[in-house]
T-cell receptor, first 116, second 111 residues
Framework: DAMVIQNPRYQVTQFGKPVTLSCSQTLNHNVMYWYQQKSSQAPKLLFH???????NEADTPDNFQSRRPNTSFCFLDIRSPGLGDAAMYLCATSRVKLGKGYNEQFFGPGTRLTVL | SQELEQSPQSLIVQEGKNLTINCTSS?????LYWYKQKYGEGLIFLMMLQKGGEEKSHEKITAKLDEKKQQSSLHITASQPSHAGIYLCGADTAGGFKTIFGAGTRLFVKA
C-alpha cells in the first residue's frame, strides 16, 4: 500500500546532540511537509518542499533544517536540540497542482522526540 | 493571520450517543478539512469541504460547512469506542499549499 513512513517512531537524544528524523513516501507526491506537534496543541508547520523548492516558515528556528534528496525522501535535522524541542514530529505529503484549490495531506505516524 | 478555534476542547460521551464538534474560522474558509488523530500517531484524512452549505458523510460521521464558510461542524451518530481520538479541523491558507490546524477536540467514548 502506498504510504508515508517515518523513522524512527521514537527518538531519544541528549541536549545539544544533533538528530535526524527521516520520512519516505511511496505516493509520488510533489509536496512534503514537516510539522511539530506538542501535547494538546495544533500541528505547527515548520517548512515544506514543493518539488525541490524549500519553503521555510518565518517563525521556524534556525536550529531546524531540512533536506529532500529526491521525491521520495525528506529529512528533518535538528542541529542542537533543546528541551523545548521535545515534541511529535509529523511528516505529510500532498499532490498539489497550481490552481487546484484543495490540499488533502497524507500523514506519517510521527516520530516522538525526547530530549534529555 | 487565520485562526481556527475548535469546541469543545474535550468531550466524553456514552457509547451510542450522538455528538457534534465545531470549528470556527477567523476568516472565510476556502477548503476545510477534518482529520482524526489517534493518540500518539499521525493524522488520518476524513473529509474535505469547499462549498458553502456543503455536507459530506462517511459511515456515521457527517461534516457540514455553513453558508458563510466560516464554520464547520462534525457530527457523529451513535458513537462507538472506535470513534475515540482527536479530531482536528484544518483550513487552506492563501495559495493552497499550506494548511493551518485547530488545536483539536479530544473525544472519549465510554463503553
Amino acid at each position: 500500500d502506498a504510504m508515508v513512513i517515518q523513522n524512527p517512531r521514537y527518538q531519544v537524544t541528549q541536549f545539544g546532540k544533533p538528530v535526524t528524523l527521516s520520512c519516505s513516501q511511496t505516493l509520488n507526491h510533489n509536496v512534503m511537509y514537516w510539522y511539530q506537534q506538542k501535547s494538546s496543541q495544533a500541528p505547527k508547520l515548520l517548512f515544506h518542499y514543493y518539488d525541490k523548492d524549500f519553503n521555510n516558515e518565518a517563525d521556524t528556528p534556525d536550529n531546524f533544517q531540512s533536506r529532500r534528496p529526491n521525491t521520495s525522501f525528506c529529512f528533518l535535522d535538528i542541529r542542537s536540540p533543546g528541551l523545548g524541542d521535545a515534541a511529535m514530529y509529523l511528516c505529510a505529503t500532498s499532490r498539489v497542482k497550481l490552481g487546484k484549490g484543495y490540499n488533502e495531506q497524507f500523514f506519517g505516524p510521527g516520530t516522538r522526540l525526547t530530549v534529555l | 493571520s487565520q485562526e481556527l478555534e475548535q469546541s469543545p476542547q474535550s468531550l466524553i460521551v456514552q457509547e451510542g450517543k450522538n455528538l457534534t464538534i465545531n470549528c470556527t474560522s477567523s476568516k472565510t474558509l476556502y477548503g476545510l478539512y477534518w482529520y482524526k488523530q489517534k493518540y500518539g500517531e499521525g493524522l488520518i484524512f476524513l473529509m474535505m469541504l469547499q462549498k458553502g452549505g456543503e455536507e459530506k458523510s462517511h459511515e456515521k460521521i457527517t461534516a457540514k460547512l455553513d453558508e458563510k464558510k466560516q464554520q464547520s461542524s462534525l457530527h457523529i451518530t451513535a458513537s462507538q469506542p472506535s470513534h475515540a481520538g482527536i479530531y482536528l479541523c484544518g483550513a487552506d491558507t492563501a495559495g493552497g499549499f499550506k494548511t493551518i490546524f485547530g488545536a483539536g477536540t479530544r473525544l472519549f467514548v465510554k463503553a
